[in-house]
């Protein structure tokens, strides 16, 4: 074992501590990385709220680092290379969803980076706020020269997240897409959208953040509590990515979806309702994506790396990680809170 350091918490609503965590010696395709940056998801926030158990929990899931040693195995990484890591370390590797290369919907499911079970020898994963972490190299990708890694590491969580259905809904030139809820997904899924050649609308509650929307690239705001800007864009978008994180009525969105359009539906995880004749009226579609397969990852960081898209970030010592996920509770970031692990050596 090796013993790196971590942010720990250990029960429900805790506050995390600087505390020694072991990872495991290098299995023969495992790569060792310093972590440098961790994104702050929301996940992050809700498994400290919901852990219970009393066992260390260590969150963060879209990290970027340094590889530090390699297994004998490994043939495409090297000491030095820079690295990224995003929510998933592991899967089966045999079912049909493996096979295509969409690891995340794995049948037996994916080994998560933290909370997850490894399928070799049962332990628990342990997350990237941590100075290092160990994995599997297969589960790990290059980090395009030119990317910042500090706002590069929310693509490996958010941006995977909002590229996998911009993709397979066929979103490029000529396509109309509005994106509902200004945040960590949404305003990734704004920069890929416009980048992918699409016209491209923000739909937010109130108009605090039309300047923010126009400077990432949208086209236009629409205000949802305003009644005759919502009827004015009924029927009209292709795509709708819907990155709203509370429970809400999908109806307002799914009325705009133009004819056979799809609303994809990715802020909140959880029972929805909704009247079957907005579903009707129009032959429209309801959806859902979450992550993304090694293939489409590595697809989505080339395409940022292109395009120059990484995240809007605050960049906080790792120290700050309590009061980032205190302030993120609050929803008082713009967009991403990512931590620098250096101040843990």
Not at 92 to 114: D, I, K, W
Not at 136 to 153: N, Q, T
Request: some cysteine; proline content about 6%; hydrophobic content about 40%.
């Amino acid at each position: 074992m090796r013993t790196t350091v971590s942010w720990q918490a250990d029960g429900p609503a805790a506050t995390l501590r600087r505390a020694p965590l072991e990872r495991r010696d290098l299995r023969p395709d495992d790569i060792a990385v310093r972590v440098d940056y961790c994104g702050v998801c929301h996940t992050d926030l809700h498994a400290v709220e919901a852990h219970e158990d009393g066992t260390p929990l260590v969150p963060g899931h879209e990290f970027t680092g340094v590889v530090t040693e390699t297994g004998p195995e490994v043939t495409d990484f090297a000491v030095g290379d820079a690295v990224a890591v995003g929510n998933i370390v592991d899967s089966c590797g045999t079912c049909a969803m493996c096979r295509a290369g969409q690891e995340n919907f794995c049948r037996e499911f994916p080994t998560l980076t933290y909370g997850g079970t490894d399928r070799h020898d049962g332990s628990t994963t342990r997350g990237g706020f941590a100075r290092a972490y160990v994995v599997r190299s297969r589960f790990a990708h290059h980090l395009p020269p030119g990317l910042d890694p500090a706002a590069a590491a929310p693509l490996l969580c958010a941006g995977v997240t909002v590229w996998e259905p911009l993709r397979a809904l066929g979103v490029g030139p000529g396509s109309r897409v509005a994106v509902a809820g200004l945040g960590g997904l949404g305003h990734l899924a704004v920069k890929i959208a416009v980048a992918l050649g699409a016209e491209t609308a923000v739909i937010s509650r109130t108009p605090d953040k039309a300047e923010d929307a126009l400077r990432l690239g949208a086209h236009e705001v629409i205000i949802s509590g305003d009644p005759e800007q919502m009827a004015a864009a009924r029927d009209r978008f292709d795509v709708v990515i819907d990155t709203i994180s509370a429970p809400h009525d999908l109806g307002p969105y799914l009325r705009l979806v133009a004819m056979d359009g799809t609303l994809s539906h990715l802020g909140h995880l959880g029972p929805v309702t909704l009247e079957t004749t907005d579903l009707l009226v129009g032959r429209k579609k309801l959806s859902s994506a979450g992550s993304g397969g090694t293939p489409a990852t590595a697809a989505m960081l080339a395409f940022c790396a292109e395009h120059d898209i990484t995240a809007d970030i605050e960049l906080l010592p790792s120290s700050q990680v309590n009061e980032a996920l205190d302030r993120l509770r609050r929803n008082e970031v713009r967009y991403r809170f990512v931590l620098d692990m250096s101040d843990l050596d």
